[in-house]
């Protein structure tokens, strides 16, 4: 709907005059004439689309391929696709892979996945990711998209992000060891350099963190639990914490803490837990 909105934005005014100049030779009523302008309307959008924009394979073409993927909550999943590529998801993620002849896509529903891209220059491989998408035609990169933001980091290779509203569409080149943001208000960040080892060890099974708020610790750790852990306390939030825990056994987190912190950790009758001052 954009673009037709955009291909009759562009239009010259002339075309329409013209409609609206024109008269059936025989009307009966306000309604018959009414609808005829409407007819005729559509019809000069729908002639001006046609005329202009050249739709790409996959408006007119069924996949070559097509798949989708899902990983549970604290699962993580590895596929090899058919052109030599790999996806891996990583906990409580959705990729739907479609293969065209001049086209590789991935819709990342939800989630975060790493890429390992199988070169073919003749065929793009493009991520939609909802706030951003990105194209590359062979490289390694990692995508996580969260409610109000998309993150792109590069552990090899070039790839180019696009993102921002429609109207101002903006575009970063990556390259290894390098990272961009595109938020839900359509700011898109700075190139910025990446620990691509820190980002993907989730990879392992593992997530680390240096001196990071316990409120995003235990945002991050919640991703892998099925009952999550509550922090209610505001000066247990702001707390830094450093160290290296377990996406595979998140229980983990929760037994080491109190060593790290002052903090206690209650253990609720539920299955949730929740961490309180000492």
């Known amino acids: 709907m954009l673009r037709v909105w955009g291909v009759a934005k562009a239009t010259p005014d ?8 024109r008269r059936p030779p025989q009307v009966a009523t306000v309604a018959s004439r009414r609808r005829m302008l409407a007819l005729g309307v559509g019809s000069a959008c729908c002639a001006a689309v046609a005329s202009v924009l050249v739709g790409p394979e996959r408006w007119f073409h069924a996949p070559a391929f097509s798949e989708r993927y899902v990983s549970r909550r604290g699962e993580r999943r590895t596929v090899d696709l058919p052109d030599g590529s790999a996806l891996t998801l990583n906990t409580d993620s959705i990729a739907q892979v479609q293969f065209y ?6 819709l990342l529903e939800r989630g975060e996945a790493f890429f390992s891209v199988a070169p073919a220059p003749e065929r793009p491989f493009v991520v939609d990711a909802g ?6 035609t062979g490289t390694q990169f990692n995508v996580r998209r969260d409610v109000a933001q998309v993150s792109v980091a590069v552990e090899s290779g070039a790839v180019d992000v696009a993102g921002g509203g429609w109207w101002n569409r903006k575009v970063r080149r990556l390259g290894a060891a ?10 898109m960040s700075e190139v910025s350099t990446a620990n691509i080892v820190t980002l993907t060890s989730w990879r392992q099974g593992k997530v680390v963190f240096d001196a990071a708020p316990l409120a995003t610790i235990v945002a991050e750790m919640n991703r892998y639990r099925v009952q999550p852990v509550r922090l209610q306390s505001a000066a247990l939030r702001g707390l830094r914490v450093a160290g290296v825990f ?5 229980d983990a987190f929760l037994d080491v803490l109190p060593s790290l912190a002052p903090v206690t950790v209650l253990r609720l009758p539920d299955g949730h837990s929740e961490i309180v001052p000492r």
């Open 101 to 106: 002849e001049s086209e590789r896509r991935v």
């Open 14 to 21: 002339k075309v329409f005059e013209n409609i609206l100049r």
């Open 246 to 250: 377990s996406t595979d056994d998140p």
């Open 178 to 187: 390098q990272a961009v943001q595109v938020a839900d208000t359509a700011a």
């Open 131 to 136: 706030l951003a998408s990105v194209t590359v």
